[in-house]
């Protein structure tokens, strides 16, 4: 049986990484750009609860932080691409 007062990953925080992750295989600029915005806030959300005692992803939670914000700017410049090409 599994020790009830393990530590567990944060849910918030894995979907903070997958959120930043399908960021980068979407081909809309503004869809990647709205999953990279939730990949931002689900990691602060993760990263505040990894302090709370007994749940972990932290770590997890700055990375998709990190590559939500490298996913937003891609997203801008695939936005601008589209849109920019069909002026």
Do not use: N
């Amino acid at each position: 049986m599994a020790d009830p007062y393990a530590p567990h990953k944060s849910i918030v925080s894995i979907l903070a990484i997958i959120a930043a992750i399908a960021s980068f295989f979407v081909h809309s600029g503004v869809l990647g750009l709205v999953l990279a915005i939730i990949a931002i806030v689900l990691g602060v959300i993760g990263f505040l609860a990894s302090l709370l005692p007994g749940t972990r992803g932290g770590v997890i939670s700055v990375l998709a932080m990190v590559l939500g914000v490298i996913g937003a700017i891609a997203g801008v410049v695939r936005a601008l691409m589209h849109f920019g090409h069909h002026l």
